[in-house]
Each structure stands twice: as C-alpha cells, then as structure tokens.
C-alpha cells in the first residue's frame, strides 16, 4: 500500500534543493501554492512550497492536509543555531516544537501557550528516531526543542529572551513554520517531524544575518540530503 508523505518547505530555494534531489515530479498549483508531485520505494511524496511564516503555513499545511489526506507530514528546511556548540550547517531533527514569542503569562499561561492550547508539541517519536539515524550517520546532529518565532533572531539580546524563558539548553534552533505544522498535525492527527539544517548561528553573536545568505542554499541541499535518504528507506 503506498504511503503519502506530505512535503512543506517555506521557501523557494529549499524546494529546489529538494526537487534536485526527486526525480519525474509533476508540477501543479493548489490554492496558490506550487506543488510537486512524484512516488519512490511505495511512497508517494507531496513537495508543497507554503510560504514564510506562522500565518502561511498554518493555512497552506491544514489545505494539505484537507486535500491530499498525507500518512506523514514532514517541515524540511533551514533554522539558526541557538546555542554555542553548534556549527553552520549542523542538522536538527528536533523532537519537541514551542512557539518563542507567545507570552500569555499576564494571563497565567506558560510561554509558548496560547488560551490553554498545549504549551508545545512533539514530533512523531519512531519517525524522528527514523530521521536521527538517517542524519547522524553523514552529518553532526541535535536534538532538543525547536522553536518558532515570526522574527527573525539575529540579535544578542533575543536569544538571551529565549533563554530567559525556556532555559539555556531547552531550545537548540530557531525558525518561522514548525509551530504552525504541528498545530495542524495535532488537530488531523497526521504523524509529523521536523527537519532543519542551520544556515546561521544566532548564539556566536550579531552578524548571523550574513551567514543566512551565505549557507541558505548549502543549509537547504543539506536538509533535502536527508529527505532523500529517509525517502530510499
């Protein structure tokens, strides 16, 4: 029985580093959204490009999941690195997923929660131990919690906030889409896991803006490395 693995990437140069990877695609549009289509080893895999962002990818994912009804959706692309160890183009496969810049706590609701909503979320256990093997044998590898923001953190004093709310070691990367996919796989209760290379080091101090630009594509080759792997599996 073939299996269908939903795909969301958020940006342009991440979907073509994948689909230089995936072989006969077949390219489409959905609801505004390029999409790629193409089956390996009884898989059949959904390449969605959702866009930048908390907003866009919780819509563009819930339409994913609506339409096309995946076994499995996966968030591959790039983060930056939140804590000192790290290296540019080191890879995370996260196993917990916080939204960095929810504060609620005048409220009396922890950080990352909102209005009683679970405080974070987890990717699928067997499938992030699937994706860590696949990782950890070609590249350095994290694990830990990734956490979503809509800024861009590229400043001292932001990582120093999120550390200040959710520990020194608890969140190992920062990026603007995991959140909403697993938001969305919670409510179609579609298993899910995360997949992100870093492109840029936050925590080594200011000027990781530059480093975005200079490995984003390197970053991106290097998550879809992976995906193909697990794809091969």
Do not use: W
């Not at 983060?79 to 939204?99: H, M, R, T, Y």
């Not at 405080?119 to 256990?125: E, L, N, P, R």
Request: proline share 3%; charged share 20%.
């Amino acid at each position: 029985m073939t299996k269908t693995i939903a795909v969301l990437v958020a940006m342009q140069e991440e979907l073509d580093a994948v689909l230089a990877l995936f072989e006969n695609c077949e390219k489409s549009d959905f609801c505004g959204m390029q999409i790629h289509s193409t089956e390996l080893n009884n898989k059949r895999f959904i390449f969605a490009l959702s866009g930048v962002g908390r907003a866009n990818t919780a819509i563009n994912s819930a339409l994913i999941a609506k339409e096309y009804k995946p076994d499995i959706m996966l968030n591959v692309g790039t983060a930056g690195g939140l804590q000192n160890e790290q290296k540019i183009l080191d890879v995370v496969i996260p196993s917990e997923i916080v939204a960095v810049d929810v504060d609620l706590t005048a409220l009396g609701f922890e950080y990352g929660q909102v209005l009683g909503d679970p405080v974070s979320y987890f990717a699928d256990k067997k499938l992030q131990n699937e994706l860590l093997e696949i990782s950890k044998a070609f590249v350095n590898t994290h694990e830990g919690t990734v956490g979503s923001s809509e800024a861009f953190i590229c400043k001292p004093e932001q990582v120093a906030e999120i550390h200040r709310r959710f520990g020194e070691g608890r969140v190992v990367c920062v990026e603007m889409e995991a959140f909403s996919v697993a938001v969305t796989c919670s409510r179609f209760n579609i298993p899910f896991a995360i997949i992100r290379s870093l492109s840029d080091v936050p925590a080594h101090g200011e000027g990781n803006e530059l480093a975005f630009n200079d490995f984003l594509k390197e970053a991106s080759s290097n998550a879809a490395k992976i995906l193909r792997a697990y794809a091969a599996s």
